[in-house]
């Protein structure tokens, strides 16, 4: 409940912040609510002066009864105008919010977990959902402030007509079958929702276009759109038949009662025990109170669907906070490295696995040491080096820099500090000078740098096959832009690894996949060149690779095998051992003869 009345407070400073004006302006359709329940008043007086023929007031009613309609029209346009705009501003804040706090979460569970996305889903399947929020909280007022008023009115014409509100009661008390129906329909299509999107992409992407044609899966691929957009859309459709049908029935007793109340208030009328103006405000109510018990229900069943939204934005915003809170070090990482990185019994599970895909490691990795970690397809290399880059935290053991446990640095700054091409890059769709640039931001700018950073990465001969040098848009999706081949893109991302002067650890995860043999070899010159200059500041290089012929000039080659190191030490030696590396190796030797 308090986490009810935070999301509701959350919205309606977030509103006032963001245009005082405009929320200020909202609260007119409020007062205009006021007016509408006033008009079977002034019917009624207006009426009941007919027939008394007294034409005084049968001028004042009429009047009031026309301003107030004008005004209210005029508060309506500019209340909801300045709903509407407000519900905009509100709702794109709140998308930036949820777009910087997805970002800003240090580590990536909430990127690989399904039930993290699901909830995410829901917050980014529907833009501006939390601004949908604000007009719903408004709307919530308004029909309250209308209910009220309309009660009052009915309760000075007859008081019989309060029957007509307890009618309501047990539509009131169905609102809870309504949430829970919302709630189950909202939880049971967020995956299918996800999936959907997830193979509309595949349907229009480029990158998928060449697979999804020479193994002919467009038709395969409609079918399971089909198939996700509908169990997507079917929990909603259920639970809009079951309200209609809850609707329907609640409507029919209301009415009928209705009529029996307005046969019983006419025969009184007649016999004149009510007035004639009661008899006509009675009528003019009875519209309005059938809507009293929808409208609490709807206010009810509003203010449950945004406090759900904002739970889920409460969620994401305290998840934020936890995890940050969990990475609370504060050591700046030191200049150099004096005794390099260690890992301590280290053991690593992801959540929802069902077992560990790091068992136990112990491993350590002098200052100016250069790594190479080898081993099969899930042995564990990429999950170790994330774990080194602190993007998940080890679920026994420790990872030690120089010493100190890595919880102990501040992850920012020891992120700052590191640098590396990764297996599953990103594509970034900027200028050119931008894609390498953005690997140290600070220097952005420096072109010298980026010419260097480039070289550094192989890829000073990317630049003559772009049209407009570091000038050129990447992505043909935008003006002008142009598409790199898979090693150019790759090699422009090392390079992005290569802009960090000084990093304390490089990690370089298989990341020469799409490269040939002659850049590959130039590739790792360059690297034992950065890796010899590395040296000085006690830096470790950190080579994942499957290529063995890679790995001979390494300080350190670490052989893993489902998750556990298997073997440690140099090439010769391990090869002079005989054992799981040496046969690795060779498989991979007799292979290229
Ligand atoms: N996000 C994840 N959630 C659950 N399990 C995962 C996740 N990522 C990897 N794994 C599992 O962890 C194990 C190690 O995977 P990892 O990607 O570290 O291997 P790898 O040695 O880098 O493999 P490759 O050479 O194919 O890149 C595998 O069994 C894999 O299925």
Redesign the pocket.
């Known amino acids: 409940m308090r986490d009810n009345w935070r999301g509701i407070w959350l919205v309606l400073s977030t509103s006032v912040r963001t245009s005082p004006r405009l929320a200020l302006l909202s609260l007119t359709e409020t007062m205009s609510k006021l007016l509408t329940a006033a008009a079977p008043l002034f019917i009624g007086i207006f009426a009941a002066g007919a027939i008394d023929r007294d034409s005084r007031r049968m001028l004042i009613a009429g009047l009031a009864l026309v301003g107030s309609t004008a005004l209210n029209n005029v508060l309506q346009t500019i209340g909801t105008n300045a709903r509407v705009a407000l519900m905009e501003q509100v709702g794109f804040s709140f998308d930036v919010k949820i777009a910087e706090l997805t970002a800003r979460i240090p580590t990536l569970e909430h990127l690989?977990r399904a039930d993290y996305l699901d909830r995410l889903q829901i917050l980014r399947d529907r833009d501006g959902i939390l601004g949908s929020t604000l007009n719903a909280l408004i709307n919530t007022a308004n029909s309250l402030v209308y209910a009220v008023s309309i009660l009052l009115v009915a309760v000075s014409a007859d008081w019989r007509l309060l029957i007509l509100v307890a009618l309501g009661v047990p539509r009131l008390l169905a609102t809870r079958w309504s949430m829970r129906w919302g709630t189950v329909a909202e939880e049971q299509s967020a995956a299918p929702s996800r999936l959907s999107a997830h193979l509309i992409d595949l349907t229009t992407s480029a990158g998928a276009g060449a697979e999804t044609r020479v193994f002919g899966l467009q038709r395969e691929l409609q079918r399971r759109v089909r198939a996700a957009a509908t169990a997507w859309q079917a929990p909603g459709v259920r639970a809009s038949v079951q309200n209609a049908g809850l609707a329907a029935a609640t409507a029919i007793l209301f009415f009928g009662s209705a009529i029996a109340l307005l046969a019983w208030m006419t025969h009184d009328a007649l016999a004149g025990s009510v007035s004639v103006q009661s008899l006509v405000v009675a009528f003019g109510v009875v519209g309005g109170l059938e809507r009293v018990s929808g409208i609490v229900s709807f206010a009810v069943q509003d203010v449950a669907r945004v406090t759900r939204y904002i739970s889920r934005f409460l969620w994401l915003r305290d998840h934020a906070a936890s995890v940050a809170g969990a990475h609370d070090g504060q050591l700046e990482p030191p200049d150099r490295l004096e005794s390099g990185i260690r890992l301590e019994g280290v053991s690593f599970r992801?959540a929802g696995?069902d077992k560990d895909?790091i068992t136990d490691v112990t491993l350590d990795a002098p200052a100016g040491s250069v790594v190479a970690l080898v081993?099969e397809?899930?042995?564990?290399?990429?999950?170790?080096v994330k774990l080194l880059a602190g993007l998940y935290q080890p679920t026994r053991g420790r990872i030690l820099i120089d010493g100190i446990d890595l919880a102990e640095y501040d992850l920012t700054a020891w992120r700052s500090r590191m640098s590396g091409a990764f297996?599953d890059y990103a594509a970034f769709e900027f200028i050119a000078r931008e894609v390498v640039g953005i690997g140290e931001l600070e220097r952005l700018g420096d072109e010298a740098r980026i010419r260097q950073a480039l070289y550094d990465g192989a890829a000073e001969d990317v630049l003559p096959s772009l049209p407009d040098g570091l000038s050129t848009q990447l992505g043909t999706t935008w003006a002008g832009g142009v598409d790199l081949s898979g090693g150019q893109g790759q090699r422009l991302a090392i390079s992005r690894g290569m802009m960090r002067s000084r990093p304390l650890l490089l990690i370089l995860d298989?990341p020469t996949s799409a490269l040939d043999a002659a850049t590959e070899h130039n590739l790792f010159e360059r690297y034992a060149a950065a890796a010899r200059e590395a040296v000085g500041r006690g830096a470790v290089t950190l080579l994942v690779t499957?290529r063995f012929s890679t790995v001979a000039a390494a300080d350190l080659v670490v052989v893993?095998d489902q998750?556990r190191v298997v073997e440690a030490g140099r090439h010769p030696d391990l090869l002079a051992k005989g054992g799981h590396y040496a046969a690795l190796y060779n498989l991979q030797a007799r292979g290229y003869r």
């Open positions: 690989e992801y696995a895909s081993g397809n899930g042995a564990g290399k990429s999950t170790l297996q298989e499957h893993l998750g």
